[in-house]
Nanobody, 121 residues
Framework: QVQLAESGGRSVQAGGSLTLACEFSGTTLDNYFLGWIRQAPGTDREGVALFLADGKSTRYADSVRGRFTVSKDSANNTLYLQMSDVSPDDAGTYYC??????????????WGQGTQVTVSS
């Protein structure tokens, strides 16, 4: 059974930094697309960072590029999201996801329970 467990969400001041972690169990990180998706109250989900299934390439939403970094530790089956220079717009619930390519788009088959990030100005 595949499980994803996020941690690291907390309250942080604007301009500050934090790192989210997602520990995988029941599978390895290999061969999956991995990502971080966030959702603020009253808004749609937004994909913020993506790790391609090649295990090397990353993609970022325009809103976080240059401030967020996604990385993984395959030995420990953990995905990370380093967040810097955060703003109140970065607040929300952050979900760790894993999926495979379906019909022309990534199908996110596995989701964590989410971790809450609060940003105070």
């Amino acid at each position: 059974q595949v499980q994803l467990a996020e941690s690291g969400g907390r309250s942080v001041q604007a301009g500050g930094s934090l790192t989210l972690a997602c520990e995988f169990s029941g599978t390895t990180l290999d061969n999956y697309f991995l990502g971080w998706i966030r959702q603020a109250p009253g808004t749609d989900r937004e994909g913020v960072a993506l790790f391609l299934a090649d295990g090397k390439s990353t993609r970022y939403a325009d809103s976080v590029r240059g401030r967020f970094t996604v990385s993984k530790d395959s030995a420990n089956n953990t995905l990370y999201l380093q967040m810097s220079d955060v703003s109140p717009d970065d607040a929300g619930t952050y979900y760790c996801v894993a999926g495979t390519m379906g019909w022309g788009q990534i199908e996110w088959q596995y989701w964590g329970q989410g971790t809450q990030v609060t940003v105070s100005s």
